[in-house]
């Protein structure tokens, strides 16, 4: 299932987003650090071009206006991330009619499930641990014929 954040980023992979968002939690600076201001602006400035050269032309307009990357991280966050009641109902109906002999391997269905999850989780619908439980033992019914 793709995400809606999907639709603003170049199809050139998860790798790059990934960086850029590891790079925009790493440049936050506490009050001890010595790096001087002229490094700080120049690597926002960096992660700022990496974010525009990533997303496709159709979102330029919400990022063409931001001063920092993470104020532009924030406008796209605000701009394709989706909190609202289709969003939820959509993510339990598929949390609920999500089924084991759908997936290859064991795994694939957990971390489906966990997927589905946390995407509730994100969207301030978090799951209980013995609903989650209770799913996903519903998901790995066998299938029993009699004889």
């Known amino acids: 299932m793709r995400d809606s954040r999907d639709r603003c980023i170049n199809p050139t992979g998860y790798g790059p987003r990934r960086y850029v968002v590891i790079e925009l939690r790493s440049e936050r600076y506490d009050?001890?650090?010595t790096?001087?201001?002229h490094v700080r602006e120049r690597r926002d400035q960096k992660a700022l071009a990496k974010i525009c050269l990533m997303v496709k032309p159709a979102v330029y307009s919400h990022v063409r206006s931001a001063n920092t990357a993470l104020e532009a991280w924030q406008n796209l966050a605000m701009a394709f991330e989706d909190k609202?009641?289709?969003r939820r109902l959509l993510l339990l109906r598929?949390?609920?009619s999500i089924k084991l002999e759908t997936f290859?391997?064991?795994e694939d269905y957990v971390n489906e499930v966990m997927?589905?999850?946390q995407k509730l989780a994100a969207v301030d619908k978090p799951v209980d641990d013995e609903?989650?439980?209770a799913i996903m033992?519903?998901?790995c019914r066998m299938i029993t014929s009699p004889w």
């Open 131 to 133: 609903f989650l439980g």
């Open 115 to 117: 997927s589905l999850s």
């Open 104 to 106: 290859v391997t064991m």
């Open 31 to 33: 009050e001890a650090d």
């Open 35 to 37: 790096t001087s201001q």
């Open 137 to 139: 033992l519903q998901g």
């Open 84 to 86: 609202g009641l289709n």
């Open 94 to 96: 598929s949390l609920c």
